[in-house]
């Protein structure tokens, strides 16, 4: 069964940086693998719904971010290792959410086009 595990969490000053990591593992998606499925990182703040962070192309090195994160976030990817990153620069206290990862058989920003989900690590910016 694939299991898409997070980390790099924690807490952290505004202004701050922090590196996301995503290790999948456990088998093949269906259909496809790490290296044919984009991978995304989505948030949830307390009492609000899920949105998109940002996501990766599997092959051709396209991304795409939320007009939030546009020029803090940067999403990386290593197909060899199936991992994903999401390094976060310039924090700020509005960034304070659950940081999910999530896998996708298309390049979508929509969560809905996510069947693979992680368990979250926790950011918390403080101000």
């Known amino acids: 069964q694939v299991q898409l595990v997070e980390s790099g969490g924690g807490l952290v000053q505004t202004g701050g940086s922090l590196r996301l990591s995503c290790v999948v593992s456990?088998?093949?998606?269906?259909?496809?693998?790490?290296?044919?499925?984009?991978m995304g990182w989505f948030r949830q703040a307390p009492g609000k719904e899920r949105k998109f962070v940002a996501v990766?192309?599997?092959?051709?090195?396209?991304?795409d971010y939320a007009e939030s994160v546009e020029g803090r976030f940067a999403i990386s990817r290593d197909n060899a290792k199936n991992m994903v990153y999401l390094q976060m620069y310039n924090l700020k206290p509005e960034d304070t959410a659950i940081y999910f990862c999530?896998?996708?058989?298309?390049?979508?920003?929509?969560?809905?086009?996510?069947?693979?989900w992680g368990q979250g690590t926790q950011v918390t910016v403080s101000s």
């Open positions: 999530a896998a996708a058989p298309f390049y979508t920003s929509n969560p809905v086009g996510y069947p693979y």
């Open positions: 990766s192309h599997w092959s051709d090195g396209s991304t």
């Open positions: 456990g088998g093949t998606f269906a259909g496809g693998t790490f290296s044919t499925y984009a």
